[in-house]
């Protein structure tokens, strides 16, 4: 009986592509591939690549280029470049690493098996199986995915594509208009995850907030945060990538009311001062994120907020800088990631006068983290002395902890909760008495919950 060919994945990037390399997996299965975890396992290894930033791309080509060793080393019989660097650069790919045998732009990667197939039975030449390199996909179920998360939570993946023109952003080019799914094909999605023992929905997507205006119009994600809410066994619904456009009072209703909503919304700014969005054309203005940005502390008490800045764009002043450190001195993000600019060819900033020289841009990132290190470790500590909802995604051998996530903890990017080594399973959402807290991690005791919950009853995520 011949034995099932092993495939494995090496998925970089964002959420969104997590997503694609779930989906691929899924597809691999259906057609009786095997899936393996280790690389050295494998028959053969597939690379989901990001082409987003310089540093990005360069992990993308060094992790090809190890993986590719391995198959000179000899067990590995073929190696597989897919997503956003593969639809970027395809051709240059092929040309400048002979040992990668098939690239795939974005595509549905229902290929994927047949040319795994075809590199294993040697009935491939090199490159015929690139397919696909240009037109980015429609949106489509992501059902049969291979879920590489933990079984606490799952992303879902709500549009694909974007419709502005930011002018330090390639992904635009790479991944095309804003196209949602269909609401029903997402339920049902939801109710899949649910299904699989998945208690938090991650929701992702490039502009969140544009759920809905390519198919109805109209902006509808609150309708569809409202219907996946009445699925059955999810507990908690995050939403993530909101555009600072419109933050509309159905959204923050949505936030605020809802009984599975955290009340957590990820909304990245990049910057806050007036000439630096017009030039990087976010489409609103200094006072309209500034608005947006309190009226979520307004109408969503207890919210924890997340947001990006980019440091260093091109012409950004000490003026402009001065405005995005007053910003997070004064706004106090709960949770902030600050880049420096990426100096992208074939995006329109590229070409702009007043190029901030890199070790200035670095320093403004670095100051600003430094600043953000502060803000988060006086948030951090308001927890002491506090009980609250965890959902445990975990255990850690490194920190020989079991951790978990509070409202104000997105998987992945955010801070933790490190618990005992019996606190619970992945997928577990339990009360826990905040013991300590340190500028990142937060140290907690269930047990200590136990005995407040007896006495106090059930509890919403606050
Ligand atoms: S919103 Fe702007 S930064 Fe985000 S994906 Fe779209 S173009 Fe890029």
Not at 14 to 26: F, Q
Request: with cysteine; net charge neutral; aromatic share 6%.
């Amino acid at each position: 009986m011949n034995e099932a060919i092993r495939v494995s994945l090496i998925s970089l990037g964002c959420a969104r592509n997590l997503v694609d390399s779930e989906v691929l997996l899924g597809h691999a299965i259906e057609e009786g591939l095997q899936v393996v975890k280790d690389p050295e396992d494998a028959d053969v290894v597939v690379v989901n690549t990001c082409g987003f930033i310089e540093t990005a791309k360069q992990e993308s080509i060094d992790t090809i280029l190890s993986v590719a060793r391995l198959k000179q080393e000899g067990n590995l019989k073929g190696v597989i470049a897919v997503g956003c660097l593969a639809q970027r650069y395809g051709d240059e790919l092929r040309k400048s690493v002979p040992e990668l045998d098939a690239v795939f732009g974005l595509s549905d990667y229902s290929g994927v098996p047949g040319v795994v197939r075809k590199i294993v039975n040697g009935t491939s030449r090199r490159f015929s199986a690139t397919v696909d390199g240009g037109k980015p996909k429609g949106p489509r179920s992501d059902n049969k995915r291979f879920l590489l998360t933990p079984k606490s939570f799952a992303y879902l993946r709500i549009s694909e594509g974007c419709d502005h023109k930011c002018t330090f952003c390639a992904i635009p080019s790479m991944r095309g208009r804003n196209r949602s799914k269909p609401m029903d094909v997402l339920v049902e999605e939801a109710r899949g995850l649910a299904a699989a023992g998945i208690k938090e929905l991650v929701v992702v997507a490039e502009d969140s907030t544009a759920y809905g205006l390519d198919f109805a119009r109209k902006r509808l994600i609150a309708d569809l945060l409202e219907k996946l809410g009445e699925v059955d066994g999810i507990r908690w619904i995050r939403l993530m990538y909101a555009y600072p456009h419109t933050v509309d009072a159905a959204l923050t209703t949505f936030l605020r009311e809802h009984q599975k909503a955290v009340r957590y919304l990820d909304i990245p700014i990049q910057h806050i001062s007036g000439p630096m969005l017009r030039a990087m054309k976010r489409g609103v203005s200094s006072e309209q994120v500034r608005g947006i940005l309190d009226r979520l502390r307004t109408e969503v008490p207890g919210i924890a907020v997340r947001s990006t800045l980019i440091a260093g764009f091109p012409g950004e002043t000490e003026a402009d800088f001065a405005a995005a450190r007053a910003l997070v001195t004064d706004y106090r993000f709960e949770r902030l990631g600050v880049f420096t600019y990426s100096h992208e060819e074939g995006t329109p900033a590229f070409a702009m006068p007043d190029q901030v020289p890199a070790e200035v841009a670095a320093a403004r990132c670095a100051e600003l983290m430094a600043l953000q290190k502060g803000v988060m470790g006086t948030f951090q500590r308001t927890f002491v002395g506090k009980t609250v909802p965890v959902l445990i995604d975990g255990y850690d051998i490194d920190a020989k902890a079991v951790v978990g996530r509070t409202h104000a903890d997105a998987p992945e990017v955010d801070c933790r909760v490190l618990l005992a080594k019996d606190a619970g399973a992945p997928g577990d959402l339990i009360d826990v008495a905040i013991t300590g807290a340190d500028d990142y991690d937060l140290r907690g005791d269930p047990a200590a919950a136990t005995a407040v919950r007896t006495s106090k009853g059930k509890r919403k995520p606050e």
